[in-house]
């Protein structure tokens, strides 16, 4: 006999308190994963407080540095660690979700994780259309920058530290990974 399997939807965690970590939905499991280091969540700081005048400079739209949720698909729902929407786009952002792919998320990779991150979020990412994603590599000190081409990311390089990085999303940037990782 067959054993029926709840497959998770917004409306079933939306609900859930802060308190209970990050919730995301993966293929209709839930998720839930504990606060991110101190380490990580500088990295989160730094990225936010290099793009984030740049952005507002720009006019470009809404970037999210702390942790939203974003729905992809009915059982796919994520928490990045920083994302952007533009401004042609803004229909998609809700008061406590986005609905739908925003323009550019940025993971910054954790090592109990990394394969969720590098692997399964990638293709996630990719297959709902996420424009752009950047992968923060913590341990290795680099980011990788993915955008989508044909339905496909396509890496257009892994940068060092100083290296500034190119990226589509955000042409002229110019953000040297040098000044987002710590430097313990």
Known sequence: MATAVQLYTWQDIKDLPASAGRTQIVDGDLVISPTPSGPHQRICTEIGASIGPYIEEHNLGRFYSCALHVILDTHVHYEPDLCFV??????????????GPPDLIIEVVSEGNRTHDTVVKFAHYEKYGVNEYWLVDQRDRHISVYSLRNSKYERMGIFAPGEPLHSEVFEGLGLDPADVFPNT
Not at 86 to 99: L, P, V
Request: neutral net charge; proline residues 0%; glycine residues 8%.
């Open 86 to 99: 533009s401004n042609a786009r803004r229909g998609i952002i809700q008061e406590n979700y986005i609905d």
